[in-house]
């Protein structure tokens, strides 16, 4: 009788690119493996892109609506298929910054007046996604917005 194969834990396990799977070692492990790895991101968005393609490409377009986004706080939102944090520091302050962790790629979430990262629990600022705490090396990637009417939009 064969042992029970362990099942990674969502702590244990991080988003991987598609790139990161492909060369996973072995193709059923990197399949099990990315599957459950998977599920920890945003469905349907694709972690290799960057902050920058999203300024690029989506300058212009709408995010959320300023009032749903709480002062102090922040949303998620998807801009060009990218999954995207909009804060609020401020009544009239507004940022923008990709969803994908600089440490293993899982998706960022809003959490109390900061930026969470459920897999490794970093921390990000809601002012310019600085690190406060955690594993991921860098700061999220901006994207440049602006309040326009009744609307955040990249800029
Ligand atoms: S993926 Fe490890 S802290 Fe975000």
Redesign the pocket.
């Given at each position: 009788m064969s042992e029970p194969t362990a099942v990674p834990r969502p702590a244990d396990t991080?988003c991987r690119s598609r790139r990161q799977v492909l060369h996973g070692a072995g193709a059923l492990a990197g399949v099990v493996v990315g599957g459950g790895v998977l599920a920890a991101c945003a469905e349907g968005t694709d972690p290799d892109r960057s902050a920058d393609d999203v300024s690029t490409s989506a300058a212009g377009q709408a995010v959320v609506a300023l009032e749903d986004v709480p002062v102090g706080g922040a949303v998620s939102a998807e801009v060009a298929g990218v999954p995207v944090l909009v804060t609020r520091p401020a009544e009239d302050e507004v940022h923008a910054f990709s969803a994908v962790?600089t440490?293993?790629?899982?998706t960022v979430t809003p959490g109390d007046g900061v930026l969470e990262?459920p897999?490794?629990?970093?921390v990000f600022s809601l002012t310019d996604a600085s690190v406060q705490s955690?594993?991921?090396p860098e700061p999220l990637g901006e994207i440049a917005v602006e309040i326009s009417g009744a609307d955040v939009v990249v800029s």
């Open positions: 991080a962790c440490h293993q790629g899982c990262c897999c490794h629990r970093s955690g594993p991921a």
